[in-house]
């Protein structure tokens, strides 16, 4: 698992209950992983197509830092899947996790295409 991104807990993300809200957390991990899924198939042109069951396993209160952990899992034809942990960056306590997350590179009539990537021409080491 590489975590790429961290973020601030900040009075916008909260839910009524004063911790963080699901929705707020779950567009910003959509986010990182769809950046991820461009990097690694060369293009911008990647829609996400699934996410299996999300476990919120335990809360963030304003002022955490929290970390977004994402790790390729395999590649298909036009697409790509990753697994995603979410953590407090302090005491490393699981906030979240996503067992899959798949992306899918479609072309100008917004159709799935073939990435021409494979598990050996895909750059899954990171800088």
Do not use: W
């Not at 906030?95 to 899954?124: A, R, Y």
């Amino acid at each position: 698992m590489k975590f790429f991104s961290r973020k601030l807990i900040k009075p916008g993300d909260l839910n009524a209950r004063n911790t963080l809200f699901g929705g707020s957390l779950l567009k910003s991990i959509d986010e990182e992983a769809s950046i991820y899924a461009m990097t690694k198939l060369d293009t911008k042109n990647v829609v996400t197509k699934f996410i299996s069951e999300i476990d919120f396993v335990s809360s963030a209160k304003q002022g955490d830092v929290i970390e977004i952990g994402l790790a390729f899992d395999s590649v298909g034809r036009t697409s790509i899947t990753f697994s995603c942990i979410v953590r407090n960056v302090f005491t490393k306590k699981v906030i979240l996790s996503i067992d899959k997350m798949v992306f899918v590179k479609i072309d100008d009539d917004e159709k799935p295409t073939p990435h021409g990537k494979t598990i050996d021409n895909l750059s899954l080491v990171e800088s």
